[in-house]
């Protein structure tokens, strides 16, 4: 949705009077409509866009949000790529809507340094704690100088789950995989068609799975390699800058941190070659830590996150 409509619904955000002004703001995304069809260009989807903020409420943040927490005004907000059945299905799995861009106000990435110098100041202003936790130099070991001031989130749209997925702890790596697929296959797209690069990614990886079990006792660094470039990787966890930005974004809005106490894997390798998981996110900042895919902790499960 381009910025100008986006700010139009704002101007007639329900208040008090909450029937009249969604009738505003449907009128208002009806003429946008109307003019991008009389320009012969595509259609916005403005309703959509009001229905999944009525339907998920604290738990879509979008462009308001992204302005009030990273000083970024965004010049045109994607469609919302999720069907209305899907963010149904989404709010029944306790999922957040969120939109990740990938530069600062400035124009450069919104990386994890980014990120963390921006709310810095104002949270310890506000009384908010760390985004980023400093203890032990974590962030060296973990990313390297480079990725940690040069990588940004993928920009776009996801939905990403709030608790860890259930059974998902106490797992080896491609053991998550498999309840990642389960998850896909018994709730998000039970009852409703399963996109073909879903199937795709599930197949690849089957059609792997037993190589890639053996190949973490014989080289786990090409294990963990081959494991975070699989699709399924790509299409269903989190980068661990995707996983600060997603952290820091709802802590904002909301006042509560996700992950507390537990860590979520996520698709990102270390400067070590370890795969990478992200949490214990308390007053001291979100903690990071390197594990090799074979590896087993009844605190490391795995946040299901989609994107399209």
Known sequence: MPFEAYKLYQEYEPDKDKTSTQKKAAGVLKEADEMKRAQGKETISGIEFQEAKELLGEDLLGPEEIEKTWGVRPEDVPEIPF??????????????????????????????????????????????????????????????????????????????????????TSKNYIEQTDVIIKALREQTFKDIEMPEEYEEAIREF????????????ENWQQAAKELAELKITQLTRQSIQETI??????????????????????NSRSTDGDLVDLGGFD???????????????????VLLSRRK
């Open 206 to 217: 089957e059609a792997n799975k037993g190589r890639l079990t053996k190949l973490m006792d």
């Open 283 to 301: 007053a001291e900042g979100v903690d990071g830590r390197g594990w090799t895919p074979d590896r087993r902790n009844g605190h490391l499960g």
């Open 83 to 168: 069907s209305r059945e899907e963010l149904g299905r989404a709010k029944e799995m306790g999922q957040i809507l969120v939109l990740r861009v990938e530069k600062t106000e400035d124009g450069k990435p919104m990386s994890m340094e980014a990120m963390n110098t921006i709310l810095a100041k104002r949270w310890e202003k506000e009384k908010k704690g760390r985004l980023l936790n400093t203890a032990e130099g974590w962030r060296d070991r973990v990313t390297g100088s480079k990725v940690f001031s040069e990588v940004a989130p993928r920009a776009g749209w996801a939905l990403i789950s709030k608790e860890l997925l259930k059974d998902s």
């Open 245 to 266: 930005y997603d952290l820091a974004l709802y802590y904002d809005k909301n006042g509560k941190r996700l992950l507390p106490n537990v860590y979520t894997w996520s």
